[in-house]
C-alpha cells in the first residue's frame, strides 16, 4: 500500500468542499456523482440512512423541493489512509433556515473514501449532530 500523496489529501478535500456546495447550492446531479455505487449516507440524527447512489438520489430528491436556506462550514479536517483508501474526519457547522432567520448546528462527519478509476469518491459518510443538553 502506498501512502495518501499530497494530491490524494487536496482531492479528498475538494470532495469533502464539494458535498457542501452541492447541498448548498442545489447541485443535485452532482452530489450524487461524489459517492460510490454501493455507499451508504447514514444522517439518520436529521434526515435518515440512505445506501447506494439511488438512495443519495432518494435524498437530493426529498430536499430539493424545500428550497431551504443551507451553508455548511467544514473545519478541522483530519486524512489518514494509504493511496487507495482515507479515513476522514472533521467537525461541520451548518447554518439553515432563512438568512433572516438562520438556524445553527453544530456535528462531526466521520467518512471513508475509495479511489476508483484516479478519482477519490465518498464510500461511507456519517454525521453526529452535537444534540443540546437537556
Not at 4 to 19: C, H, K, M
Not at 69 to 81: K, S
Request: hydrophobic fraction near 40%; glycine fraction near 8%; include cysteine.
Amino acid at each position: 500500500m502506498s501512502e495518501l500523496s499530497t494530491g490524494d489529501r487536496l482531492q479528498i478535500q475538494e470532495v469533502l468542499a464539494r458535498y457542501s456546495h452541492c447541498v448548498d447550492r442545489g447541485r443535485w446531479d452532482a452530489l450524487v456523482e461524489l459517492f460510490t455505487e454501493d455507499c451508504r449516507l447514514d444522517l439518520s440524527q436529521l434526515m435518515g440512512l440512505y445506501e447506494g447512489r439511488a438512495g443519495v438520489r432518494k435524498f437530493a430528491d426529498t430536499l430539493a423541493p424545500l428550497g431551504v436556506f443551507m451553508r455548511h462550514l467544514v473545519t478541522n479536517v483530519v486524512i489518514e489512509g494509504d493511496g487507495e483508501h482515507a479515513h476522514v474526519e472533521c467537525y461541520v457547522t451548518a447554518v439553515t433556515g432563512s438568512p433572516q432567520t438562520p438556524n445553527r448546528m453544530t456535528g462531526f462527519y466521520e467518512d471513508e473514501l475509495v479511489k476508483q478509476s484516479g478519482r477519490w469518491l465518498l464510500h461511507r459518510r456519517r454525521l453526529a449532530v452535537d444534540l443540546p443538553q437537556v
